[in-house]
Every structure is written in structure tokens, then in C-alpha cells.
T-cell receptor
Framework: DTAVSQTPKYLVTQMGNDKSIKCEQN?????MYWYKQDSKKFLKIMFS???????INETVPNRFSPKSPDKAHLNLHINSLELGDSAVYFC???????????FGDGTRLSIL | AQSVTQLGSHVSVSEGALVLLRCNYS??????LFWYVQYPNQGLQLLLKYTSAATLVKGINGFEAEFKKSETSFHLTKPSAHMSDAAEYFCAVSDRNFNKFYFGSGTKLNVKP
């Protein structure tokens, strides 16, 4: 069983559209994260949720909104997609913020 | 404010040679430090972490790193490179409350036969 799974694996869409990326973890972890990795491989944390509470938001545009329906899921919604949003988005989870994070395989978002 | 710098975006070694990947951090107080590895088309895997216990930290796959406060460094080493070590390696720093987490720009390790 995949510990942290993201869907879709690839997402190609046009500028201006609204899209969502789903993330699920079956590890029983209480903290989940979203990261953005740009074309230069620079990895930046976007959000984390601990028991449904947002605890990190690294000045991400408000077009991006995380939504956590339950402890096992943290979905990423993106409105009005822009060219600069093209990147690989990684979901991760951990049991407590001081424990190692387990990463999904990433969602490759391409904006046309 | 914290930051982490990885010297060398590409490192190439021969199979069996020493691997040395450099990471320097800046922080007003000693932070927690991590090394992650990323294989192509995959997410990150934690190699090792330093959280103020022993300064020499051993990780998976034969890697280790030493926290040197005087040099503000946390370099990653492996005595003998294997072809399967070819990947991208990221150094990361966190404050002691884990409220801020920053990654370096990554170092791509190439292992030559």
C-alpha cells in the first residue's frame, strides 16, 4: 500500500482554470504538508496542517487553498492558474512536526 | 532568520570514491538539520537528521553527516559511492519548534562507473 498518495500524477491545464490536487496518507499521521518544487529543483514549503489547524503558510498567494476534510487528507485547490504555477507539488505527512516526513511521488502541474 | 546553502549544484564521483556533499546553514540559534534524497520522479526520503543529540549522525544507505557548530556546516558523506546513490540530495533546516522549514537548492550526485 502506498503510504502517501497524490492524484493526479500529471496535470496539464490552461491558464485561468481552477484545479485541485488530492493527497491521502494511510500512516495515521497527524500532520500533513504541501511543497512546491520549481524547475530548478528548489523546494518550498507551502502549507502544513496539524489536527485540522493551519500551522505554516509561507506567504503563498491566496489563489492556493489547502482543504483537509479529515486527518488522512489534505487537498490543494488552486484558482486562476498562472504560468508560474507550473511545478511539481509534493504532499507529505508526519506524526508530529518533529518527526520525519513521508513524501508522495509528486504531481507535475503544467500550465499551457 | 534561517537559511541553508548547498555548495555545488552538481557533484560527480567515481564508483567506490568518497562522496562529500556540502551544506552550510545560517541561524541565530543551532537549528535542526536534515538531509533528504530524491530519486527521479519520486518524492523525498529522509536520509538522516540532527536534533541536538550526537553531532555525528548516521543515516540510511551508509550515509552520515557531522554537525559542526563552529563552521555552521552539516556536510553529508559516504565512504564509497555506489551507482544507486545517483540522485538529488537536499539539505534542510528547521527551527527548534518546527515552525519554519527551509530546503537548500539541492545537489545532483552523479556516480561514474
Amino acid at each position: 500500500d502506498t503510504a502517501v498518495s497524490q492524484t493526479p500524477k500529471y496535470l496539464v491545464t490552461q491558464m485561468g482554470n481552477d484545479k485541485s490536487i488530492k493527497c491521502e496518507q494511510n500512516l495515521g499521521h497527524d500532520t500533513m504538508y504541501w511543497y512546491k518544487q520549481d524547475s530548478k529543483k528548489f523546494l518550498k514549503i507551502m502549507f502544513s496542517y496539524n489536527n485540522k489547524e493551519l500551522i505554516i503558510n509561507e506567504t503563498v498567494p491566496n489563489r492556493f487553498s489547502p482543504k483537509s476534510p479529515d486527518k488522512a487528507h489534505l487537498n490543494l485547490h488552486i484558482n486562476s492558474l498562472e504560468l508560474g504555477d507550473s511545478a511539481v507539488y509534493f504532499c507529505a505527512s508526519s506524526q508530529g512536526r518533529d518527526q520525519p516526513q513521508h513524501f508522495g511521488d509528486g504531481t507535475r502541474l503544467s500550465i499551457l | 532568520a534561517q537559511s541553508v546553502t548547498q555548495l555545488g549544484s552538481h557533484v560527480s564521483v567515481s564508483e567506490g570514491a568518497l562522496v562529500l556533499l556540502r551544506c552550510n546553514y545560517s541561524s541565530s540559534v543551532p537549528p535542526y538539520l536534515f538531509w533528504y534524497v530524491q530519486y527521479p520522479n519520486q518524492g523525498l526520503q529522509l536520509l538522516l537528521k540532527y536534533t541536538s543529540a550526537a553531532t555525528l549522525v548516521k543515516g540510511i544507505n551508509g550515509f552520515e553527516a557531522e554537525f559542526k557548530k563552529s563552521e555552521t556546516s552539516f556536510h553529508l558523506t559516504k565512504p564509497s559511492a555506489h551507482m544507486s546513490d545517483a540522485a538529488e540530495y537536499f539539505c534542510a533546516v528547521s527551527d527548534r519548534n518546527f515552525n519554519k522549514f527551509y530546503f537548500g537548492s539541492g545537489t545532483k550526485l552523479n556516480v561514474k562507473p
